[in-house]
């Protein structure tokens, strides 16, 4: 971002419930059975086929809405927004249009700038549509499986600055409904779907410049990177005069470029009105205690939790937070007691790296992992030789930190005499280097220290490395 503009992005999230059931019938809510099998005359949208609201649905809207601090609606109904597409059987979609089950709430996100207020405008419940299956020679085909799949629309305020805010955001909303098993929230699946809604304008300005809407944006990686190319290509239009025109664009992993999929319908194009098959939505007061009262420890109580109880700073403990299942790991290895510092260290450099927080899926237990941390806090081993033994145990979960250490002969070199030997013989031969470095050049000791571990095989003891070294070279 160049200093004489300002992003401004707003998001729209679909969440898919988890619901035994769909929104408005008994078929199975579940993904990726054969295609056309749970289905029914509501959800396939036949004439005369009666919905009715499943209850489930309204307690996870009110869930979701008091975990993100909502108000939540005494009152609400549902309407048909009109649209036509050939997965929407029905010719509509029942969503929400006044009234959504919650409204006015806001999210606290962490960034490299510290901490900012996201705030939400609302969130309703819809159906999710069918899904179209283009097969090559067969032309395209209907999955009615995810017709009337429950959702949810969280729509946020254009509170948003920058790329990094916008994954904050949307890290801190999935923590919070896996949390509250609201949700599974998988972007790879499809139950968490995000649109952004993006404009440009000068620094300074008050006035928001021409949006634009970007759907098909199916990992974090492509969300990133649609923002930065959409940004650069309004600053360029701005700054030659040219015209934008608010439209939905796609995305497109290959080209790595977005594209005008159509220009905007505005919201009189989809002629809301009340369904009238459906009753009244009416949430009351004892309701909205009961589940308040169920609500589990949240991201933010529990972020709070480990900054007190172990010291970590707030961006290590937003990022442990950041799923139940990252928690649950970094907390099981705290249990099997190694020092929570380092483990949180190993986390966010080493396992984030094989394993991303968001599919979070790691092939080694937390009593093995806190043994290989324990050895490099008692100097068994150093911070490389553990990183070794936890990528061959994702490899090969049958083996131990014991047995690697043991094959690997990662046994940690802490004698001095003996490293003062290797370092000897390494001084003589580095003249180069050692010359740069005591002619204050202090990076050229990397080279040296890079030469110490090369011939102990990544053995020596860093620290001790570097002391034995600033001695003799004086
Ligand atoms: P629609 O339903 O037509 O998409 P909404 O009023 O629901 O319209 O807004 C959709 C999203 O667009 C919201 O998240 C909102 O914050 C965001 N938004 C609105 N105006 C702008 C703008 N000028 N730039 C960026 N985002 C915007
Ligand atoms: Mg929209
Ligand atoms: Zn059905």
């Known amino acids: 971002m160049t200093n004489n503009y300002e992003t401004v992005m707003g998001l729209e999230v679909h969440v898919e419930l988890k619901t035994k059931t769909k929104i408005f019938c008994n078929c199975a809510n579940k993904f990726g059975d054969k295609p056309n099998t749970n289905t029914c005359p509501v959800c396939l949208g036949l004439p005369g086929a009666i919905p009715v609201l499943n209850e489930k649905v309204l307690d996870l809207a009110v869930t979701a809405g008091l975990a993100t601090n909502c108000e939540i609606s005494r009152i609400g109904k549902q309407d048909r927004k009109n649209y036509f597409y050939p997965d929407l059987a029905k010719g509509y979609q029942i969503s929400q249009d006044e009234n959504p089950i919650c409204h006015d709430g806001y999210l606290d996100i962490e960034t490299s700038r510290g901490k900012k207020r996201i705030r939400i405008n609302r969130m309703h419940i819809e159906e999710d549509a069918g899904k179209l299956i283009h097969e090559e020679g067969l032309g395209s085909l209907v999955d009615n499986n995810r017709a009337g799949t429950p959702l ?63 759907k098909n944006l199916n990992s974090f990686q492509s969300i990133q990177r649609a923002i930065e190319y959409e940004t650069a290509r309004h600053i360029k239009a701005v700054e030659s005069g040219e015209e934008l025109i608010q439209e939905t664009r796609g995305y497109s992993q ?13 919201a009189a194009d989809y002629r809301f009105i009340p369904d009238p098959d459906l009753m009244p939505i009416i949430i009351t007061d004892e309701k909205i205690e009961e589940i308040k009262e169920s609500l589990p420890e949240l991201p933010d109580a529990r972020k709070a939790r480990y900054t007190e109880e172990y010291g970590l700073s707030n961006y290590d403990a937003e990022q442990l937070t950041s799923s139940i299942e990252v928690a649950t790991f970094f907390e099981e290895t705290v249990k099997n007691g190694a020092n929570p510092k380092s483990v949180a260290n190993l986390i966010i450099t080493e396992i984030f790296r094989l394993s991303s927080p968001e599919d979070f899926d790691v092939n080694i237990s937390p009593a093995a992992f806190a043994e290989t941390i324990e050895f490099v806090d008692n100097g068994r081993i150093n911070l490389g030789s553990a990183k070794k033994i936890i990528e061959i145990i994702f490899e090969n979960p049958e083996k131990t930190p014991e047995s690697i250490i043991f094959e690997e002969d990662l046994e940690q070199i802490n004698d001095r005499t003996i490293l003062g030997k290797i370092i000897d013989d ?34 020596a003891n860093p620290q001790l490395t570097i002391d034995i070294l600033k001695e003799k070279l004086g």
Not at 172 to 186: C, G
Not at 254 to 266: I, L
Not at 429 to 435: E, L, Q, T
Request: aromatic residues 6%; glycine residues 6%.
């Open 152 to 214: 949810i629309e969280i729509v946020s305020e254009p509170d948003l600055r920058s790329a990094e805010e916008v994954l904050a955001y949307l890290q801190k909303l999935r923590a919070i409904l896996t949390y509250t098993d609201v949700s599974d929230a998988k972007m790879n699946e499809g139950s968490f779907r995000c649109d952004v809604n993006l404009s440009v304008r000068e620094a300074g300005k008050e006035e928001f410049g021409t949006r634009v809407e970007m």
């Open 254 to 266: 290959d080209t790595r470029k977005t594209y005008s999929m159509r220009s905007k319908e505005d």
């Open 426 to 459: 390494v001084i003589l031969h580095s003249k180069k280097a050692v010359d740069e470095y005591r002619s204050g050049k202090e990076k050229a000791l990397q080279a040296v220290i890079g030469q110490v571990m090369g011939k102990t095989k990544g053995k």
